[in-house]
């Protein structure tokens, strides 16, 4: 069994700044890509970062220069550092991992989400 438990997630003004976590235990052999999606009322789940066990990052346009995405591979954790936030930020964020366990093919797992609401 693999688990991710986000936190960092809440309410802030617009301009304001959070900083999400997502930290990932259970029978890991490796983790590979690591990611933050998100997904606002009405829409799609979209990308917003993801990052490799190398450390090469991808962002969504939306999000460049704003927000930044790291990880601790020895703590198994995923970082968001959110900055300069805007209304149109306001989602659920979820955090991604693609992990590989003794015996079973690498698979996607999910966190529960977390809610980030950018306002005044």
């Known amino acids: 069994q693999v688990q991710l438990v986000e936190s960092g997630g809440g309410l802030v003004q617009p301009g304001g700044s959070l900083r999400l976590s997502c930290a990932v235990s259970g029978s890991i052999v490796s983790i590979y890509n690591m990611g933050w999606y998100r997904q606002a009322p009405g829409k799609q789940r979209e990308l917003v970062a993801a990052?490799?066990?190398?450390?090469?990052?991808n962002y969504a346009d939306s999000v460049k220069g704003r927000i930044a995405i790291s990880r601790d591979v020895a703590k198994n954790t995923v970082y968001l550092q959110m900055n300069s936030l805007k209304p149109e930020d306001t989602a659920v964020y979820y955090c991604?991992?693609?992990?590989?366990?003794?015996?079973?093919?690498?698979?996607?797992?999910w966190g529960q989400g977390t809610q980030v609401t950018v306002s005044s």
């Open positions: 991604n991992a693609n992990v590989a366990r003794f015996g079973v093919v690498r698979a996607d797992y």
């Open positions: 990052i490799t066990n190398g450390g090469s990052t």
